[in-house]
């Protein structure tokens, strides 16, 4: 194993010289659990944790190393190393639901390419595959459209889906395949390049493990082997998130990855929002809650049956949420802010203290 067929590029190298961390080993991060982290280098793999001034300094879980990661290491021992730098990160895969502590948690770095994985017998929705746009292009990854289960309709239902999207969605690559005859398959590993790293994202059951474990082969089994190592009884994750494809493209998949279009509901229930938010505009006022207001266009329609009930709970659920969200990031900015002015007053008091 080299670190080119793990996703290294000259462009990497320049920053770690350009960041001086040439007396560092350097590795990608395979698996993470609980600030517990799994290294892969030139030499092999590393349980590894990071040093207590990166943790000391770190302001929030991207300052953290996510699976996908370069970071800069010192062995310490045959299997154990020390982090002590995140090389920048070209993308970063967050996760756009909300947790409890409001805090942005980080899937993965690092992906050129998001496979965004439609099965068209069912779960075939343009809405959705434009929600997964969205989040590709905030994130700086790469879209790819692949339909998967072909095998389950005609030939012309097929070209009909494709149309449809490539009617509403330019300019990205639209792939049909079917896990069960590999039909369409040459044409994906076409398109997969040696050395770039892909994630799936997609609904549950729409084919995404059928679909890694097909590309991966003998690979994922050698790379998914429960690991030995223990370090001074830690245990770690054995499960590796990062998979060298047969191809040499590199694959992410990790739980993190499900929770990405925020949860899947009911079928349907996307284009029933863009009804609710587009009926929003006709509120009486400019500001309605949806709530008891008088004029309020999507009570109105939640009452005359237009909208179903369920869905409008759900719309309510998800902007709740939203402003949670947004109220908790805020007010989390300024308790940070509040804490650093204490910790410098702190510091400037300790010294003239220390002064005395
Ligand atoms: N007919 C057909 N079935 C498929 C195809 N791809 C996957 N399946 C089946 O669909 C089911 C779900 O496939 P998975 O690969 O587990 O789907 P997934 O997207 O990984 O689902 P989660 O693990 O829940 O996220 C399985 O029973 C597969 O055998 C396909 O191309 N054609
Ligand atoms: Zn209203």
Redesign the pocket.
Not at 182 to 209: M, P, Q, R
Not at 227 to 239: D, L, M, P, Q, W
């Given at each position: 194993m080299n670190l080119t067929d793990l996703g290294y590029t000259d462009q990497i190298e320049a920053t770690r010289k350009e960041l001086q961390l040439e007396q560092f080993g350097i590795g990608r991060i395979v698996a993470e659990h609980k600030e517990r982290y799994i290294v892969r280098t030139a030499d092999g793999e590393y349980e590894a944790e990071i040093t207590g001034n990166m943790r000391f300094t770190a302001q929030g879980r991207e300052d953290f190393p996510a699976v996908g990661d370069w970071v800069a290491l010192t062995p310490y021992d045959a299997d154990f190393a020390i982090i002590h730098q995140i090389l920048p990160r070209s993308s970063v895969l967050k996760r756009q639901a909300v947790s409890h502590s409001g805090e942005v948690q980080i899937i993965a770095a690092n992906i050129d390419y998001a496979f965004l994985?439609q099965?068209v017998?069912r779960d075939f929705n343009l809405n959705r595959l434009e929600r997964y746009l969205t989040i590709c292009y905030s994130s700086n990854v790469s879209p790819i459209i692949v339909l998967?289960?072909?095998?389950?309709i005609d030939e012309q239902r097929i070209t009909e889906i494709q149309d449809s999207i490539t009617h509403r969605i330019k300019e990205v690559p639209v792939l049909a395949?079917?896990?069960?005859?590999h039909d369409g398959y040459e044409a994906l590993n076409n398109v997969i390049e040696k050395g770039k790293t892909y994630c799936?994202l997609?609904?549950?059951?729409?084919?995404?493990?059928?679909?890694?474990?097909n590309l991966s082969g003998q690979n994922r089994m050698k790379t998914d082997v429960i690991s030995e190592s223990t370090h001074k009884g830690r245990h770690v994750t054995s499960h590796r998130e990062l998979t060298i494809l047969e191809n040499g493209g590199i694959l992410i998949d990790n739980p993190g990855m499900?929770e990405v279009g925020i949860a899947d509901t009911a079928s349907g229930l996307e284009t029933t929002f863009d009804e609710i938010i587009s009926l929003a505009q006709q509120c009486r006022f400019k500001d309605c809650t949806h709530t008891t207001e008088a004029g309020c266009a999507i009570l109105e329609a939640v009452e005359k049956g237009e909208i179903d009930e369920q869905a409008y709970e759900n719309y309510m659920k998800m902007e709740r949420e939203k402003s949670h969200f947004e109220s908790t990031v805020a007010e989390r900015r300024k308790r940070d802010k509040q804490f650093g002015k204490f910790l410098k007053n702190y510091k400037k008091k300790d010294i003239k203290n220390r002064e005395k």
């Amino acid at each position: 194993m080299n670190l080119t067929d793990l996703g290294y590029t000259d462009q990497i190298e320049a920053t770690r010289k350009e960041l001086q961390l040439e007396q560092f080993g350097i590795g990608r991060i395979v698996a993470e659990h609980k600030e517990r982290y799994i290294v892969r280098t030139a030499d092999g793999e590393y349980e590894a944790e990071i040093t207590g001034n990166m943790r000391f300094t770190a302001q929030g879980r991207e300052d953290f190393p996510a699976v996908g990661d370069w970071v800069a290491l010192t062995p310490y021992d045959a299997d154990f190393a020390i982090i002590h730098q995140i090389l920048p990160r070209s993308s970063v895969l967050k996760r756009q639901a909300v947790s409890h502590s409001g805090e942005v948690q980080i899937i993965a770095a690092n992906i050129d390419y998001a496979f965004l994985v439609q099965a068209v017998d069912r779960d075939f929705n343009l809405n959705r595959l434009e929600r997964y746009l969205t989040i590709c292009y905030s994130s700086n990854v790469s879209p790819i459209i692949v339909l998967t289960k072909t095998d389950l309709i005609d030939e012309q239902r097929i070209t009909e889906i494709q149309d449809s999207i490539t009617h509403r969605i330019k300019e990205v690559p639209v792939l049909a395949i079917s896990n069960e005859t590999h039909d369409g398959y040459e044409a994906l590993n076409n398109v997969i390049e040696k050395g770039k790293t892909y994630c799936l994202l997609g609904s549950s059951g729409v084919g995404k493990s059928t679909l890694l474990n097909n590309l991966s082969g003998q690979n994922r089994m050698k790379t998914d082997v429960i690991s030995e190592s223990t370090h001074k009884g830690r245990h770690v994750t054995s499960h590796r998130e990062l998979t060298i494809l047969e191809n040499g493209g590199i694959l992410i998949d990790n739980p993190g990855m499900r929770e990405v279009g925020i949860a899947d509901t009911a079928s349907g229930l996307e284009t029933t929002f863009d009804e609710i938010i587009s009926l929003a505009q006709q509120c009486r006022f400019k500001d309605c809650t949806h709530t008891t207001e008088a004029g309020c266009a999507i009570l109105e329609a939640v009452e005359k049956g237009e909208i179903d009930e369920q869905a409008y709970e759900n719309y309510m659920k998800m902007e709740r949420e939203k402003s949670h969200f947004e109220s908790t990031v805020a007010e989390r900015r300024k308790r940070d802010k509040q804490f650093g002015k204490f910790l410098k007053n702190y510091k400037k008091k300790d010294i003239k203290n220390r002064e005395k």
